[in-house]
C-alpha cells in the first residue's frame, strides 16, 4: 500500500501503524443495534464512523470483509444479564411475536442506513441464526475450565480467567477494583460471583424465546453472539472489531475473555471505538426525553427540533468531528452544518463547470495530499472537510476569475472532490425535501388547482378521486379552510 494509515488502537492505547493479518484482505466487525426499537442519533455515529473506516480502506485497495450483526436476542434490559429481554418485551406489550418485532425494526434500520448513505456490510448475521455456533463456544470454554454450569445456566468464571488472563485490559479495568465496589445483588445466587456473566440462560418459563441445550432449554448471553459470529464469518483472530465506546465495557472486555477461553488466541488486533453524542450537553436517554430518532429528524417532528433535518445534513453532523470526539447536538449546530454542507455542495457543481486556464494559483496535489493525511491520521474527517473548504475557495475564485488552473489541476480537483466527498465521506446530493422541490411543487399546485375546480363545479367524483390516487402514491392531501395542503410521506 502506498498510503500509510495510523488508527488509534483502544488496546494499546496509541495510535498504532495498520497492517492488516492477511493482505489485502481486512476482517472488520461492528456491533450493530438491537433491534426493538427506531435508530436514534446514536446509532447513526457508530454506523457513520464505520462506514467510514469501511469506504476507506477500500479506497486504498483492500478487500475488506465487514460484518455488523443484528442482535434479535439475548440482550437483557439491563445490558448485562438481569431484566427481561430487550425483543422479548416489546413483543409483550405489542402482544406479537419477537420475530415479528425484530423484521420490523430490522427494515425500518436499514431504511434509515439508506438515507444515511451507509453501505450494507458484507454479511449481517443474526445472532438468532447462530445459535449452534454459539453452544459450541460455550463447549469450548466449559472444556478450558473458564465457565461452569448452575441450575441449567452457564457462567464465565471471570476471577478464574482473570488469575491467567487481565479481564479489563480493554477498558483499563482492574477486577479486584471493581470487585470491591460491588454489593451482591440479591437473586444472583447462581452466581460465584457478581461479575460473572451469562454465556446461557436458562430460560423461565414465561421466556418465549427459547432453545435446546444439554443445560436447558433457554437462550445465549448477549456477549456471546459476537464473539460466535466474528470468529465463524472473520476467523479466530482478525483485524478490526469497532463499536460505541458504551460498548467496551463490559460488552467488548467479555468477548475478549469469551474467545481468549474458547479459542487461546487474542481474537481482534486493532480494537476502535467512536464516542458518543450528547443533545444540549446532556447524555442521551430515553428518560430524560431527548431521545431523538433519525427518523424524528428526518421529519423535524420532535419537540427538541426547529425543523427537519436531511439525511446528508445528520452524516455531515457527524463526520465535522473526528470519530473519538465528543459530539454535542443543538439545533444551532445542525443548522451550521446544513448551511455548510450546501456551500460544499454548490461548489462541487460549480467545480464541473469551471474552464482551464494556462496557469495555476493554486497548489491542487498539495490540497489532495493534505486530505489524504488526515485520514491516514486516525480518520480524521474534520480535517479532511477543512481541506475540501479551501477547495472551495479556490473553485469560488476560479469561478470569480481571481485565480486560475489548468486542467491538469482542474482535473486533479475533480477527482479530489469526487474521492473524498462522494466515495470516502460518502457525502451525495440529496432531492430536495417535498418543500423546496420546485418540480412536484408545480405539479401540485396544477392537481391541487383541477381538485378545486371539480368541486366549485359540484364534481366530487372527481376531486375524490384526485385525492384518492396521490393518497395511493404516498400524497395525502388535508382540506383546510384556506384551502388544501399536501404533505408527502
Ligand atoms: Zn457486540
Known amino acids: ?78 445490558d448485562a444479564d438481569e431484566g427481561e429481554d430487550k425483543i422479548a418485551k416489546k413483543a409483550r406489550l405489542e402482544q406479537i411475536e419477537p420475530m415479528e418485532v425484530v423484521q420490523y425494526f430490522t427494515e425500518r434500520y436499514h431504511h434509515d442506513m439508506e438515507k444515511l448513505n451507509v453501505l450494507s456490510p458484507s454479511i449481517e448475521p443474526r445472532a438468532s441464526g447462530h445459535i449452534i455456533e454459539q453452544i459450541g463456544m460455550i463447549d469450548n470454554i466449559l472444556e478450558s475450565g473458564m465457565a461452569y454450569e448452575s441450575e441449567g445456566s452457564v457462567y464465565f468464571d471471570v476471577e478464574k480467567y482473570n488469575k491467567q488472563y487481565h479481564y479489563g485490559k480493554l477498558s483499563g479495568r482492574v477486577l479486584e477494583d471493581l470487585m470491591s465496589n460491588t454489593r451482591t445483588l440479591e437473586g444472583q445466587d447462581e452466581k460465584h460471583n457478581p461479575f460473572d456473566f451469562a454465556l446461557w440462560k ?14 436447558s432449554e433457554g437462550f445465549p448471553g448477549w456477549h456471546l453472539e459476537c464473539s460466535a459470529m466474528s470468529a465463524r464469518y472473520l476467523g479466530d483472530r ?15 472486555e467479555s468477548e475478549i475473555a469469551q474467545s481468549v477461553a474458547a479459542n487461546h488466541v487474542e481474537p481482534v488486533k486493532y480494537w476502535m471505538h467512536n464516542n458518543m453524542i450528547t443533545i444540549n450537553g446532556q447524555k ?9 430518532t433519525l427518523a424524528e429528524f428526518f421529519s423535524g417532528s420532535h419537540k427538541s427540533l426547529t425543523k427537519a433535518y ?23 449546530a445542525l443548522l451550521a452544518a446544513e448551511k455548510g454542507l450546501d456551500r ?39 480535517v479532511v472537510i477543512a481541506n475540501l473548504f ?20 482542474l482535473l486533479l480537483l475533480r477527482n479530489t472532490f469526487s474521492s473524498f466527498i462522494g466515495d470516502i465521506l460518502g457525502l451525495k446530493q440529496e432531492e430536495a425535501a417535498s418543500g423546496s422541490n420546485t418540480t412536484l411543487e408545480g405539479l401540485m ?11 366549485n363545479a359540484k364534481d366530487f367524483a372527481t376531486s375524490d378521486k384526485i385525492r384518492d390516487e396521490l393518497t395511493k402514491i404516498g400524497i395525502s392531501v388535508k382540506d383546510t379552510k384556506d384551502g388544501a395542503t399536501w404533505s408527502q410521506e
Open 1 to 78: 500500500m502506498e498510503h500509510k494509515l495510523y488508527l488509534y488502537n483502544t488496546l494499546s492505547r496509541k495510535k498504532e501503524l495498520f497492517e492488516p493479518i492477511n493482505p489485502p484482505h481486512v476482517g472488520m466487525y461492528v456491533c450493530g443495534p438491537t433491534v426493538y426499537g427506531d435508530a436514534h442519533l446514536g446509532h447513526a455515529r457508530p454506523a457513520i464512523t464505520f462506514d467510514l473506516v469501511f469506504r476507506y480502506l477500500k479506497h486504498l485497495g483492500y478487500k475488506v470483509r465487514y460484518v455488523r450483526n443484528i442482535t434479535d436476542v439475548g440482550h437483557l434490559e439491563n
Open 202 to 215: 436458562k430460560a423461565q418459563p414465561e421466556h418465549i424465546m427459547r432453545w435446546p441445550s444439554r443445560w
Open 238 to 252: 482478525f483485524d478490526i472489531h469497532g463499536g460505541g465506546m458504551d460498548l467496551m465495557f463490559p460488552h467488548h
Open 284 to 292: 442521551m436517554g430515553k428518560s430524560l426525553g431527548n431521545f431523538i
Open 310 to 332: 436531511s439525511a446528508m445534513t445528520i452524516r455531515f453532523f457527524i463526520l465535522q468531528a473526528q470519530y473519538r470526539s465528543t459530539l454535542d447536538f443543538s439545533n444551532e
Open 344 to 382: 460544499l455542495m454548490k461548489a462541487w457543481t460549480t467545480l464541473e463547470k469551471l474552464s482551464p486556464a494556462s496557469t495555476s494559483t493554486s497548489d491542487i496535489s498539495r490540497l489532495q495530499n493534505n486530505c489524504y493525511e488526515a485520514m491516514n491520521d486516525d480518520f480524521n474527517s474534520p
Open 390 to 409: 479551501e477547495g472551495v475557495r479556490i473553485i469560488n475564485s476560479v469561478n470569480d476569475k481571481k485565480e486560475s488552473l489548468t486542467a491538469d489541476d
Open 445 to 455: 399546485e396544477l392537481v391541487l388547482g383541477l381538485r378545486k375546480d371539480a368541486k
